[in-house]
């Protein structure tokens, strides 16, 4: 008995699966935004541990500065998330002023084979990647706006 019903059940959870037709409905790009501002500032605060797991890094390593401009740009990101812009143009202005940072970042560290620089273009990707998403949300949000 307990089989068919449990049969029974799994045949109309199946059914109401199949049933939800149409577009998932996206999040708002102000939901899009946090989740991109929340995203960057974990990856952010993870590259301190990647410098504890670069067993070459030293007190006198000569891209320290590269450490303190993340900072800067975490900050930034930190300042976005406890006071978030209203109008899209405003984040994508205070996204790309903390993405360049991140961008001149990878350009000048010394050392490309670390698990540090590895850390640091992923979170460049990162950049690149989740403002479009937060553009494309609002253009879906506004059609017209295309």
């Given at each position: 008995?307990?089989t068919?019903?449990?049969?029974?059940?799994?045949?109309?959870?199946?059914?109401?699966?199949?049933?939800?037709?149409?577009?998932?409905?996206?999040?708002?790009?102000?939901?899009?935004?946090?989740?991109?501002?929340?995203?960057?500032?974990?990856?952010?605060?993870?590259?301190?541990?990647?410098?504890?797991?670069?067993?070459?890094?030293?007190?006198?390593?000569?891209?320290?500065?590269?450490?303190?401009?993340?900072?800067?740009?975490?900050?930034?990101?930190?300042?976005?998330?406890?006071?978030?812009?209203?109008?899209?143009?405003?984040?994508?202005?205070?996204?790309?002023?903390?993405?360049s940072?991140?961008?001149?970042?990878?350009?000048?560290?010394?050392?490309?084979?670390?698990?540090?620089?590895?850390?640091?273009?992923?979170?460049?990707?990162?950049?690149?990647?989740?403002?479009?998403?937060?553009?494309?949300?609002?253009?879906q949000?506004?059609?017209?706006a295309?």
């Amino acid at each position: 008995m307990a089989t068919k019903r449990n049969t029974a059940r799994m045949a109309v959870t199946a059914k109401l699966c199949q049933k939800q037709t149409g577009p998932v409905a996206l999040p708002t790009w102000q939901q899009t935004m946090q989740t991109a501002l929340a995203y960057a500032q974990d990856s952010l605060e993870r590259l301190d541990d990647a410098i504890s797991s670069d067993l070459d890094w030293g007190d006198a390593d000569v891209d320290a500065d590269v450490c303190l401009a993340m900072e800067l740009a975490l900050e930034r990101i930190k300042r976005m998330r406890a006071k978030p812009p209203t109008e899209r143009g405003a984040f994508e202005l205070e996204w790309y002023a903390a993405a360049s940072v991140v961008n001149l970042s990878v350009r000048v560290f010394s050392r490309p084979d670390s698990f540090y620089f590895r850390s640091l273009e992923f979170v460049q990707k990162l950049f690149e990647v989740l403002a479009p998403a937060v553009e494309f949300v609002d253009l879906q949000e506004r059609p017209h706006a295309r």
